[in-house]
């Protein structure tokens, strides 16, 4: 019973959300610049990390996430305001980090140019200097990993493992059903420990 | 040695997945562990999956400082602004060339009383500036674009 009243509840309030995010767009899309800006701080932590798992680095994350939101802007008139303004967006982020990395890519990127500056250690875990030094070691092979995975499985365990959304926000994310996105991360994730074979 | 069957096989793929991620409920454990005690295979890639999530656990992005995200829209807005000042910039731009080229043609050189020598001179000379104009421009936006060492403070 109590779990039935707590679906609705939740239900009541993704409806909620949806409506105003609808009147948002609509917003938008007659010329309410304040109203994108309520997306943009919505967003924008969201969108940075994205772009962060993509390029690697602040300083493009930051310009390529804004450059989408830009973008998004400009071409508000053609969303349909039932869909979530986010997955439409990621769309568009996504391409743009896509294509400055094909630009870029002569110069290949190391952990250590790129991770350990992206990279936080969780302090608990790295108790001891030896131990520090292991773990910073696995995290490089691991980083090497997954740039050696195609997008869509780098993509994927980006999003779940170092950004930490839920599988629904991955799902509604990339505009795939929660089945896929599991699957998609077990491949991918297997396809990753294979990379690591004989490191662990 | 018990091997898995294909229906067995995609259960325990999403029962690993969730386990992966700390998001079995009570019957799913139930089932996970009945996996791993009953089929070798199973336990094997859990262990393995276990030492990459012990790895990835501790990857989190770092968090930059408040004033970035304090900046982000205000940044954000700027550069829509600049975007429409481009845009209608650029306009006035085209409009003035068009209109600059049309009056050189139509009063300069069909004016009869200009020297030929002149009416070539100076077509020569505007038409060799556009060119190296947008010659330099173009090398200018091509290395933008494509210099690999542009990250690297010089």
Known sequence: MQATIYSEKVKTSMVKAMASERDLILRCQQGDKNAFGTLVQKYMQRAYYSALGFVGSHDNALDLSQEA???AYRAIQKLDANRTFYTWYYAILRNLCLNFKRDTARRARSFSEIGEH???TIPDQVADTSRGAE??????????GLDKLNEKEKEIIILRDIQELSYNEIASTLDIPQG?????????RKSLRAQLD??? | MRK???NQRAQFQDLLTKGFDNQLD????????????????CAKEWQDMKSLQHVTSTMKFKQPSKEVWDMYWHDTYNRLERGFAWIVFSLGAFLVGAFVIYQFITQFLVDSNVPEVLRWGISFLAIGGLALFISVLREKLFTRKRDPYKEIER
Do not use: C
């Open chain 1, 198 to 200: 004989g490191k662990f």
């Open chain 2, 26 to 41: 009570a019957d799913e454990m139930v089932q996970f562990d009945n996996f791993l005690q009953e089929y070798p295979e």
């Open chain 1, 180 to 188: 896929t996105v599991m699957s998609r991360l077990y491949n991918a």
């Open chain 2, 4 to 6: 898995l069957n294909e």
């Open chain 1, 118 to 120: 992206s990279l936080r």
């Open chain 1, 135 to 144: 773990l910073h070691e696995l995290q490089s092979a691991v980083w090497n």
């Open chain 1, 69 to 71: 939101f830009v973008r």
